[in-house]
């Protein structure tokens, strides 16, 4: 019996991107950090923190829904979400008209409105470290990847469509 994790399987760059890790766990993982940079420091609340639950509340539930609505686009065109498989097509409608990233702009709007909702200043401030990481680890990644597949199409869309927002 083999004891060893699974690993994510590795794959070529010039035929998906070479991400190699699940971006969700990237804000997770920062959302953790940020708890326990609260616990660890005793950071004080988010000044008028009270204030920004319910907001922070809709925002986690706005990032929810734009999730849920771009893993439908992704569906309807019979992708994969997984960032480290092939794609077939360029996604350019719902939310992909306005965000070329819709699905880790939505983990980002949880991440911060976890932060407010909870009045968390640790969480707060990996948020920036998250946005970061997802940009450079994951998005660039994938744009590379994406720009040596579909040319001229992919930057047509780029110029269409910002990155984030």
Known sequence: MDDEPPQLPRIDPSIAPSVGFPPPLVCLGFLMLGLLLDDVMSLPPIPMGRAMEWPGFGLMMAGIGLIIVSLGMFSAYGEDPQPWTPSQAIIARGPYRHSRNPMYLGMLMIQLGYALWEASMGVLA??????????????????????????????????????WI
Request: contains cysteine; glycine residues 2%.
């Open 126 to 163: 990996f948020v920036p470290f998250a946005f970061i990481a997802i940009d450079r680890a994951v998005i660039a990644k994938e744009e590379s990847y994406l720009r040596r597949k579909f040319g001229k199409a992919f930057e047509d869309y780029c110029a269409r469509v910002r990155r």
